[in-house]
């Protein structure tokens, strides 16, 4: 592999994505699931993924990902039996149990646990940067470390009310992150919890007090504490946009869905792609030479469960 030295030059990330092209692979994704009455849903997924991760470029090469239609739909009917066999055991159980809703309660923290863990193994095994596989460790020590802070946070978010849900949202992005690698290099974070509250629950207030004008800022903001505070072999990420442009795009793109009755979505994706793709960068160019592949692997039921419930997979 071509060795690509350490630079001291910042370098963005790049999304080429045209918007003619996608309106055409939408409006296929939807003929297709209409008269597949739902069926080739996975396979328009796909569709989609392939054409993000394929115009997202980085020192002039594009991203690849690898996963396939089937897959998803297998992972989709063994999702539909496992909630079938759910709702059986949740019907006779009803009339053994009493407490049923606090069983059930804690039978989805378990499910979802496990599905944003492995969700994302799925998709990160699944993408490609010349060549080399991304991939998230994993094994059983993690997975009980990962099910800990999950119900612990999901249970204390409830308790206060919602108070505690970005320290429950920056302890996932912190574990997942870490665990996530190209090749067998990991990425790090390390954003401080309250600092990330304080951006969050800051922003959230303002934006109440300006009837929403302030959401572009605090979209900002969050974007650009995570991304700073994410490293990969030393170098951090960086966010170059302003909160006005994110509030020009915000209000063009409403604009324009509305007086085209959503016919502009495909254009308006784009340019939301190409904005914070185009204007996200690294610090420096680390040496890639460096970088092994290594073989990793997912669960794509789990992925279904994270798209069916949208999950929060930390990114």
Known sequence: M???PTTTTRTPFQYTGDGLELALLMLKNLFFTIITLGIYRPWATTNMRRYNWGHMTFLGDRANYTGTGGELFRGWVKLALLLMA??????????????????????????FALATYSGLRYRMSRTQWRQI???????????????RLYVFGTVLTALTLGIYLPWFRNSVRTFL???????RTHFSYDGPSDMYAWIFWSGFVLSLLTLGIYAAWWTRNLARFRL???????QNFE?????????????AALGLTLFTFGLATPWVYVWGMRLFADNTFISAVPDLSSVENE??????MADEIVMGYDLDLGF
């Open 2 to 4: 071509e060795t690509l």
């Open 86 to 111: 759910g709702g059986l055991v949740v019907r006779i159980a009803s009339a053994i149990v009493e407490p049923l809703a606090l069983i059930i309660f804690l039978i989805y923290l378990l499910v």
């Open 133 to 147: 596989r991304f991939g998230v460790d994993k094994d059983e020590r993690m997975t009980k470390e990962f099910i």
């Open 177 to 183: 992150t870490n665990k996530s690698r190209m090749g």
């Open 228 to 234: 700073e505070h994410t490293r990969f072999m030393g």
């Open 239 to 251: 966010l170059e946009l302003s909160g006005l442009q994110i509030l020009g795009y915000y209000v």
């Open 295 to 300: 073989y990793s692997d997912g669960s794509a």
